[in-house]
């Protein structure tokens, strides 16, 4: 008789990257898909003339929308806060890890000291030129500020059917980005530090050209 020979079952390689898109856009909770469509910072309805009251509190449960002077008290329901970041939806790195929501290859940016990640994708000046080897959104190609990030935003991470209205709603974050990298706040994903910032523009007024002295004239 022959003698058996066993054979070892290969592992399974790991993911790439793209496939690893694929799951997490698969796994995102429906409440995450609701925040990236939702609109932000409209003045609320119920508190029109008072000051702070754009829209800017979700509520992870019933997907409502309110200010801060709102009350949102039901029973085992949650309000997620977010922020402005230039103009821009942004919502705390911390804040997405407790709601199970990994962030750590999304680009993370500092908001008054702490680590924000964007609710949509960029939007870069045609003349911003990266130095070579910068690396890119996987979805919307957007520059990144450096490895491990492999996406620009929470949407570019969930990447779902949902392209049109995201398109629709990004007008409240219609701000084109000229600022280079290096002088964003941008850090690394996966525990880079935090970075100091440096003006982008110089708003000091140019000196006044001086008119030329003139003799008075001779009688």
């Known amino acids: ?58 509520c992870i ?31 705390l790195a911390k804040d997405m890890q407790d709601l199970n929501v990994d ?4 680009q993370s940016y500092i908001v008054n000291g702490q680590k924000g990640v964007h609710l949509r994708p960029m939007r870069r000046s045609m003349q911003f030129k990266p130095p070579t080897g910068t690396p890119c959104c996987l979805t919307c190609l957007c520059w990144l500020h450096s490895a491990p990030n ?32 290096s002088e964003s706040l941008a850090v690394g994903g996966g525990g880079g530090g935090d970075e100091s910032s440096s003006d982008a523009h110089s708003f000091r007024r140019r000196p006044r050209k001086q008119a030329e002295p003139q003799r008075a004239p001779f009688f």
């Open 103 to 106: 962030v750590s290859r999304v």
């Open 61 to 91: 449960v019933c997907h409502e929308v309110v200010c801060p002077h709102c009350t949102h008290d039901e029973p085992g329901h949650r309000l997620l806060k977010v922020r402005r970041y230039i103009y821009r939806s942004v919502v």
């Open 150 to 181: 492999t996406f620009c935003s929470l949407a570019c991470m969930v990447e779902g059917p949902f392209e049109a209205l995201l398109e629709a709603v990004q007008q409240e974050d219609a701000v084109t980005v000229n600022v280079p990298e």
């Open 1 to 58: 008789m022959g003698k058996e020979i066993a054979v070892e079952e290969a592992e399974p390689l790991p993911p790439t990257t793209e496939e690893a898109a694929v799951v997490e856009a698969e796994e995102a909770p429906e409440w995450l898909r609701v925040l990236l469509l939702t609109s932000f910072w409209g003045q609320c309805p119920e508190h029109w003339e008072a000051s702070r009251a754009e829209v800017c509190l979700f």
